[in-house]
């Protein structure tokens, strides 16, 4: 298995300007750095979260990320 290297977010993707905003969450757009590539990024603030609230977001998420980090490989 390859190794992987955890870099934050704001390394890699510039922030730009609120889109939307929800009880738990804003979403921003945002451009990778590299590429020049405009995406929406859906920051998540867990500390307003249950501990359900927060189990039931991250599982579904925990799949995504596998396939996020295989594809940054």
Do not use: H
Request: glycine share 6%; hydrophobic share 35%.
């Amino acid at each position: 298995m390859a190794s992987t290297t955890c870099t934050r977010f704001t390394d890699e993707y510039q922030l730009y300007e609120e889109l939307g905003k929800g009880a738990f969450s804003v979403v921003r757009r945002c451009m990778k750095i590299s590429t020049g590539q405009e995406y929406a990024a859906k920051i998540i603030n867990t500390k307003k979260l249950s501990a359900r609230g927060e189990y039931m977001l991250l599982q579904p998420l925990t799949a995504n990320m596998q396939r996020w980090l295989t594809q940054r490989e």
